[in-house]
């Protein structure tokens, strides 16, 4: 689909839906079936500091996402969504982005398939256009300079592709399940195995590089394992999420004081993702993950304020040189944490809201004597909720630190170590 195109249709999409005062084109084809159409944008204004490849201040406005999606059902046991996704950092590609097809057998045995969601941190399941943090949504807020420090597994991207060494989609299946009208849900995944040599080496003398292997690597011989179980003590009034039951596996954020949530998570994620490297400490690196999350949301009169913490760890990503010639094995390990209040009274335009969020990322490495390569990163955003929790107006910033190794090389670099953004978004989705 051209660019062009896409975006007119877009358009008319969001036009016609505000026109109507309606939140989606909905086709009812039977008592059973139906076809659910949406379509979304996300528009940026963003006062910028300086990148590797910028070393000024800039302005930009920039349409970030532009998103076509439909969900349906065929019958009562029987789903399915798609969605396709034009952005900013691929020149506007019109692509799907993810697709998937559900059969629920029972409410404890739910079997989806497709590009799905990898069942492994709460992260990969939340619906980032809908956190209250604008900059939180993926990496895109994130200067150049500090992606170096993601490039081995870059656990903040958007979705899957074919660079990304750790993804937050997949080609693959799950089975998933609620057990106890939803106190306890569980999902067991597999996924093609990719296997990559780019990014897989950081070297003392600065970045990270391919490694080097024996033959070209054979991709996809085996498979990715993934597994989550998560709890929500219902006992106490907290309603469990419907990620199990939605088949494009989605939590959010907030639910707009609709419904008090509490989930306790915790996943596991194993692949082999290289095999046949020469001269270093192994031939192949197998990755081992642990994810430990807590979510939860609860209405207080007319404030709804939510917090979500998580910790992500990533064992054997790639090889990193020590001062001594050996290498060893980089592990990474992430934490994030948001929290949000949200007044469900009508101000102005809309119902205000405040959030915050923290990202702590460290990954292994050695530079000029210095060890791990490790950011923080701050972001405040202001909201103004006028339709839901997809369309609102906000207003925030975005203050990124690098500490340790990546502090030395990106000033060896002659690159900014410390950035800080202003940005005003506008979220739009019927």
């Not at 019958?75 to 969605?83: E, H, V």
């Not at 709804?304 to 592990?331: H, M």
Request: hydrophobic content about 35%; aromatic content about 16%.
């Amino acid at each position: 689909m051209e660019r062009r195109n896409f975006f007119c249709l877009i358009a008319l999409f969001l036009i016609f839906g505000f026109a109507s005062n309606v939140w989606a084109i909905k086709l009812d084809i039977s008592e059973d079936s139906y076809i659910d159409m949406r379509a979304q944008v996300r528009i940026f204004y963003l006062n910028k500091d300086e990148e590797k490849d910028k070393d000024y201040r800039s302005n930009e406005f920039q349409i970030y996402k532009a998103r076509l999606s439909v969900n349906g059902q065929v019958t009562k046991w029987a789903q399915f969504y798609a969605m396709i996704d034009a952005n900013e950092n691929e020149d506007y590609q019109a692509k799907l982005w993810e697709a998937g097809a559900q059969f629920n057998i029972l409410p404890e045995f739910i079997i989806k398939a497709g590009e799905l969601r990898v069942p492994f941190s709460r992260h990969n399941f939340i619906a980032r256009h809908q956190s209250p943090v604008m900059s939180s949504d993926g990496n895109y807020f994130l200067p150049s300079q500090f992606k170096d420090a993601l490039k081995a597994v870059d656990p903040f991207a958007g979705g899957r592709r074919s660079t990304q060494p750790f993804k937050r989609t997949d080609f693959g299946a799950v089975i998933a399940g609620e057990i106890k009208e939803g106190m306890f849900k569980y999902y067991l995944g597999i996924f093609q195995e990719d296997r990559f040599i780019d990014n897989k080496l950081w070297k003392l003398s600065g970045g990270f590089d391919k490694v080097a292997t024996s033959s070209s690597q054979k991709d996809k011989q085996n498979l990715e394992y993934d597994a989550r179980i998560e709890f929500t003590p219902t006992m106490f009034g907290f309603k469990p999420e419907e990620t199990a039951k939605d088949p494009s596996l989605r939590a959010k954020q907030t639910y707009l004081g609709k419904m008090d949530t509490m989930t306790f998570g915790i996943g596991y994620h194993h692949e082999k993702h290289l095999n046949g490297a020469t001269g270093y400490i192994s031939s192949s690196l197998s990755r081992d993950g642990l994810a430990v999350d807590f979510s939860v949301e609860k209405r207080f009169g007319d404030l709804i304020p939510g917090f979500e913490v998580g910790y992500i760890y990533l064992d054997d990503n790639y090889f990193y040189e020590t001062p001594s010639g050996n290498y060893k094995k980089g592990d990474s390990n992430t934490w994030y944490a948001d929290t949000h209040v949200i007044y469900d009274k009508k101000v102005g335009l809309g119902q205000p809201g405040i959030g915050f969020r923290y990202e702590h990322v460290q990954n292994d490495g050695i530079y000029n004597s210095k060890g791990d390569l490790t950011y923080e990163r701050y972001g405040v955003c202001f909201s103004y909720y006028f339709k839901g929790g997809s369309n609102r107006i906000g207003i925030g910033f975005d203050y990124v630190k690098a500490e340790d190794a990546l502090e030395a090389y990106i000033k060896d670099k002659g690159w900014k170590a410390s950035t800080f953004v202003l940005y005003t978004g506008l979220y739009l989705e019927l």
